[in-house]
């Protein structure tokens, strides 16, 4: 859908062409080309680094020469979901959006305006020729998503701006100056099969709202994969349990919305009968934060292949057993959460089983701590277990020139204080920094709702309030 009708029309026309064309975290290749393409065609010098970050440099506007240098940053990739019914293939297909009145949002899929408002407010500053602003670097950098890749790969000396601005949270009333770091924790393990003893038994959890599994983890959303583990752990002792498969939840930095589990057992009227007063608690439970949330259980005639009776205790009670959620509060900041684990994902398979989790803290010993936590139990049950991925966190420094400003223009503007705040999320900010430790940080957005899952949508009046403040901000950036 065409939203350049929708105000401020710039910005809505660039994330309407952004949003034509796909691009999932780790296969960016035809939105690296459309960026390129879109500086070469404004005659902007334009490369593109080592690993697909794509940098676009745009001299400063008349007046403005003698101000501090400027890095604008978002990223190209975003979160690939969709509801099971969805029939839609986010390498091929632009995402299709519709307006619900003071909203945009997708049809059955993730948005991206997580970032792609971000990318194309940078788009709309670079093709502007009214808005004043010093010398700029565009810099939009990939795979921020699965492993910020594009942030790590950013080597010292190829930017030269003094102050950098991430438009890359979700909170239009917020200014953003500091972010967790995370860790990614794999456990695995490849069991024997032998013929189920039992009857056949699947279990199907969803409609849960899903979301950021930084900023929504203190927000007592339901999980798929442990509400599976509770559900499954009713029968344990006393049905001689083997897991078939199990398909939950997704990318490791989603709350996962959705899930099923196949399973024999000694008596699948016995088990059902259990398993359906768990569920009628577990539904109460979730009734005030879950209002779409389902769970199914019944019988599946089909018998097959499953792993042995102990070997699937071993994984229930793994599931049972580790951390999901807040693991601590900050002590220093109030109401920031300092470090959670996400368990996103869980799959089993033909006795192959993976379990993907997402540990995040802004104290690196604390997020370690945590990931030490989950790795005790997976051991403990018997599996492999990997750390990846990790990023470090975005230290806060309040007093900074350019939180200053911006503290000036957002009260004047909107008469009223903005939060200055940390937030839960990981932020390129902290990776960047550590190449580039004299480069001022700051980030802000619009306001986003439900990122990282099919009900994100973004806030059109939040979107024109956005847009103005980065412009004014561009213009009152302070001198060298």
């Known amino acids: 859908m065409e939203l350049s009708h929708l105000e401020p029309q710039i910005v809505w026309k660039n994330f309407s062409a952004l949003n034509a064309v796909p691009r999932p975290s780790k296969k960016e290749e035809k939105v690296i080309a459309f960026i390129k393409n879109f500086g070469e065609q404004l005659n902007l010098e334009t490369t593109v680094d080592d690993v697909g970050n794509v940098i676009i440099k745009k001299p400063a506007t008349a007046g403005m020469e003698n101000r501090k240098s400027i890095v604008l940053q978002s990223h190209l990739d975003m979160v690939c979901q969709k509801n099971n019914d969805v029939n839609f293939d986010f390498e091929t297909q632009g995402i299709q959006m519709e307006v619900d009145g003071d909203w945009v949002k997708a049809k059955g899929t993730t948005l991206g305006a997580d970032n792609g408002l971000g990318v194309a407010s940078i788009m709309s500053v670079l093709e502007s020729n009214d808005i004043a602003h010093p010398a700029l670097e565009a810099l939009f950098t990939i795979d921020e998503e699965t492993g910020m890749t594009g942030a790590l790969g950013l080597k010292p000396g190829q930017l030269e701006g003094e102050i950098l601005l991430n438009l890359d949270t979700e909170e239009d009333d917020e200014i953003d100056i500091g972010c967790a770091g995370g860790v990614d924790v794999t456990a695995s393990q490849t069991y024997g099969l032998e013929h189920s003893k039992g009857q056949i038994v699947k279990i199907t959890v969803k409609g849960l709202q899903g979301g950021h599994s930084g900023m929504d983890i203190h927000k007592g959303f339901g999980n798929a994969n442990v509400l599976l583990g509770r559900l ?171 939180v200053k400003v911006m503290e000036k223009i957002y009260e004047k503007d909107f008469g009223e204080k903005p939060q200055v705040v940390a937030c839960h999320a990981g932020l390129e900010c902290g990776i960047i920094g550590a190449n580039y430790p004299d480069m001022e940080m700051v980030s802000f957005g619009p306001t986003i709702r439900g990122a990282h899952s099919p009900d994100e949508r973004a806030n059109i009046p939040s979107v024109q309030k956005f847009w103005g403040f980065l412009k004014e901000i561009l213009a009152n950036i302070p001198a060298k």
């Open 232 to 402: 499954l752990y009713t029968g344990l002792y006393n049905q001689n349990i083997q897991l078939i498969s199990m398909d939950s939840g997704g990318l490791r930095n989603a709350i996962p919305r959705e899930g099923n589990v196949i399973l024999s057992v000694r008596n699948s009227v016995e088990f059902i009968d259990g398993a359906n007063s768990l569920k009628a608690a577990i539904l109460e439970e979730f009734a005030s934060v879950e209002k779409d949330f389902h769970i199914n259980i019944e019988n599946f005639s089909t018998p097959e292949k499953a792993i042995s009776e102990e070997d699937s205790k071993k994984i229930i009670l793994a599931l049972k057993s580790a951390h999901n959620g807040v693991y601590r509060m900050s002590p220093d900041v109030s109401n920031l959460v300092e470090t959670s684990n996400n368990i996103a994902r869980v799959a089993l398979k033909n006795g192959e089983l993976k379990i993907l989790n997402l540990s995040r803290s802004s104290v690196d010993s604390t997020k370690y701590a945590v990931a030490e936590q989950l790795k005790s139990v997976y051991e403990l049950a018997g599996m492999q277990v990997e750390f990846g991925g990790s990023y470090p966190g975005w230290k806060p420094k309040p007093g900074s020139e350019i």
